[in-house]
Nanobody
């Protein structure tokens, strides 16, 4: 059973940076598509970024140029470097894994089989 554990969340002022990590364990083969999702207060969960086994990356428009997703398959860890943070980035951030390709899984939460418990990011103005 794949387990995902996020860390690195916290409270920062606007313009600051945070680096989220997601440690994966309990798998024989790492999930092919790994992604970061977020859910703000009163909002639906949305896809932020994804990366597949060949390193193909996708970002939602609102974070392009500010966030960077990466994965270290040897360590079984997914990262999200978040720079120039804005109050609108405030949310619970979730790591997710899918056996589908990222192009197929996209931002559809039901196509991701594995989820972490989330880490809170709060950005103050």
């Amino acid at each position: 059973q794949v387990q995902l554990v996020e860390s690195g969340g916290g409270s920062v002022q606007a313009g600051g940076s945070l680096r989220l990590s997601c440690a994966a364990s309990g798998y024989t083969y790492s999930p092919y598509c790994m992604g970061w999702f977020r859910q703000g207060p009163g909002k639906e969960r949305e896809g932020v970024a994804s990366i597949d086994g060949e390193g193909r990356i996708s970002y939602t428009d609102s974070v392009k140029g500010r966030f960077t997703i990466s994965r270290d398959n040897a360590k079984g860890t997914l990262y999200l470097q978040m720079n120039s943070l804005k109050p609108d980035d405030t949310a619970m951030y979730y790591c997710a894994g899918s056996s589908f390709t990222c192009s197929y899984a996209g931002s559809r939460t039901y196509r991701y089989e594995y989820w972490g418990q989330g880490t809170q990011v709060t950005v103050s103005s």
